[in-house]
């Protein structure tokens, strides 16, 4: 792998745990499943709709 790849990977890998952090931070005020993720899908238009998925049913939002 090279590095570019190598910070491309990683990046992307923060924007993931970034989007997670803005889930803690929305359920900790008691926010909607809906709200967050509305927010969640605007903010990170950048991830996939699986990876999207993924964190929706990792922290029960459906």
């Keep these: ?22 889930v803690e931070s929305f359920q900790s005020i008691n926010a909607s499943p ?11 238009s950048d991830l996939s709709p699986e990876e999207l998925k993924d964190i929706f049913n990792e922290y029960q939002l459906n």
């Design 1 to 22: 792998m090279d590095l570019t790849m190598y910070f491309k990977e990683a990046k992307h890998e923060t924007r993931i745990e970034s989007a997670k952090d803005l």
């Design 34 to 44: 809906k709200v967050i993720k509305r927010e969640l899908t605007r903010k990170y």
